[in-house]
């Protein structure tokens, strides 16, 4: 027994509504790549650059949208709180995924000339995922943090596969 | 046989768990209307946009849409054509000559005897003018030049012409605006009119307003122009699309801006 | 044809720390999608941006294939003194694209 049956109903309901919601949530997930990055691959791929050092809590600033209109294009900016002179800055910030193909996201390569150590890009997430970000500093410690994105998926596509 | 429905409907096992369905249907009903948006109400998709998108949008250098407008700006220049001349030849600067015009577009082509979008208005230019093959639908350069010339309107506020020969066109696109459509039996004024601003899958239904176009989509990851968008609308209702360049496109487009009026375009919009 | 887009501010004082912002036309391929036939699209993608400060090396980005296309990439440097900031991309299939803006620092 199903309302959509009834033919003397002509209003749209809010039960049609989330079943056209439905189906273009179904189509989108059949074309997304089976393989994916884990949790366990995005911990190894952190170990290959921050080798048996500990990671710290702390310093880094992961700024990205909690619900995002489009895994296609999410805005990252990253900070690090560091006065960046020659003593005292930031080597490298990287950034990890845990449900894309690939753990790596982005390497950027900083030193005092940099004067603060900022980035702002624009990368992709397959799906809803916790992305994690590590600061190399020039004394040799590494510091982190992570947040999660929400990635919502559109209604209206053009392709069914 | 009525008596019998009645009988299984107030008192059988989904009795009310159907009535409870009746009842929202019915409700839906009463509120569905095929009402316009009130002019105070029209808002650009540009509204429902997150805060990191609508800064994409708002800064030049993040917009990837102004790498199409720079090529337009290069094209606009270029020699082309057997007739081997630009369109700066007979236009000149862009921003003065094209300042309006693709807030007044589609208009009335009096030889085609039928309203023209500013893609075919720019073939039909290469054509007569340039002497110069058309540029093919949603190709690099017909997107480029599109957006340079849209984007000489950016800021200012959709026009449309107050052309009696364009009201029976504006009375098909309002038809097809309205019409049931596809597998899933639903239409455009069923989302962008009665449920814009309420969430589908997470995003805000926006209402629909072609302010931004060409636009570059995140789900293209490209600059694509509003036939294209209209195609995924019509697939995403399981409905076969119309062919690229189809009189239907153009009709929609000018009910479209009719209904955007007083809007400000701002091409290269930025939408997911 | 377009290729990239610049902003570097024209002019700075010495020792302010200024914002360069830019943004290049690139497809990024991942590697992980499919044709419509179901044969994998190969990758390409933009695998290294570079700035340098007449001629010094200021900052440095490995890209991996989950960079949005049309990359964008905002970052700082300190106005040091006059001349030319200078921008390369390297990637797969031999893709190399530079760039450049001039600064005056007082």
């Known amino acids: 027994m199903s309302i959509a049956m009834d033919p003397d109903r002509t209003g749209a309901t809010r039960r049609e509504l989330l079943l056209a919601g439905a189906a273009g949530i179904g189509a989108m997930l059949i074309r997304i790549a089976p393989a994916a990055a884990s949790p366990a691959t995005m911990q190894r791929a952190i170990r290959q650059v921050v080798g048996e050092a500990p990671i710290r809590k702390g310093k880094v600033t992961l700024d990205v949208p909690a619900l995002v209109e489009n895994g296609n294009s999410v805005a990252l900016t990253i900070e690090v709180d560091s006065p960046m002179t020659a003593k005292d800055h930031v080597k490298a910030i990287h950034v990890f995924n845990e449900k894309n193909p690939l753990p790596d996201v982005i390497s950027a390569h900083f030193g005092p000339r940099a004067g603060r150590a900022k980035m702002t890009t624009r990368f992709r997430l397959a799906d809803t995922q916790t992305i994690t970000a590590i600061a190399e500093m020039s004394d040799g410690t590494f510091w982190s943090a992570s947040a999660d994105v929400i990635v919502t998926l559109q209604a209206c596509l053009e392709n069914l596969d | ?272 | 044809m377009a290729r990239a887009l610049i902003k570097v501010p024209p002019k700075a004082k010495r020792g302010e720390v200024i914002e360069i912002k830019t943004l290049i036309s690139h497809i990024m391929e991942t590697g992980f999608r499919r044709d419509n036939v179901g044969k994998p699209i190969p990758r390409n993608i933009i695998t290294q941006f570079t700035c340098t400060y007449n001629g010094e090396e200021v900052f440095r980005a490995d890209l991996h294939p989950a960079i949005a296309a049309n990359p964008f990439i905002s970052f700082f440097t300190v106005a040091t003194e006059s001349g030319t900031i200078a921008f390369e991309w390297t990637g797969d299939n031999g893709f190399q694209e530079t760039g450049s803006a001039k600064i005056s620092v007082e």
């Open chain 2, 1 to 272: 046989m009525r008596h019998v429905w009645r009988r299984w409907l107030l008192d059988g096992p989904l009795s009310r768990a159907i009535t409870a369905q009746i009842f929202i249907a019915l409700v839906a009903l009463l509120t569905l209307s095929a009402a316009d948006i009130p002019p105070d109400q029209r808002r650009s998709g540009y509204a429902d946009l997150g805060t990191e998108t609508k800064a994409m949008e708002d800064d030049d250098t993040a917009n990837p849409g102004m790498l199409w407008v720079l090529d337009g700006e290069a094209l606009w220049n270029a020699k082309t054509g057997s007739a081997n001349k630009s369109c700066a030849d007979c236009h000149g600067d862009a921003a003065q000559s094209m300042r309006g015009v693709a807030a007044r577009y589609p208009a009335f082509d009096a030889k085609e005897n039928r309203p023209v979008d500013l893609e075919e208005r720019i073939n039909l230019e290469r054509r007569d003018r340039l002497k110069a093959p058309p540029l093919p639908f949603e190709s690099r350069d017909l997107l480029a030049l599109s957006a340079y010339i849209a984007n000489q309107s950016r800021g200012l506020a959709v026009a449309p012409p107050d052309d009696p020969r364009l009201k029976p066109f504006i009375a098909q696109g309002r038809a097809l605006f309205e019409a049931r459509q596809g597998q899933i039996d639903m239409s455009c004024a069923q989302c962008h009119d009665d449920n814009w601003g309420k969430k589908l899958a997470g995003n805000i239904v926006p209402q629909g307003q072609p302010t931004g176009y060409p636009v570059y989509r995140l789900e293209w990851q490209s600059l694509g122009s509003l036939q294209r968008r209209l195609r995924n609308c019509i697939i995403g209702m399981r409905a076969e699309p119309y062919a690229y360049g189809s009189p239907e496109y153009v009709a929609l487009e000018t009910f479209l801006m009719q209904r955007a009026a007083g809007l400000k375009i701002e091409t290269p919009g930025v939408r997911p």
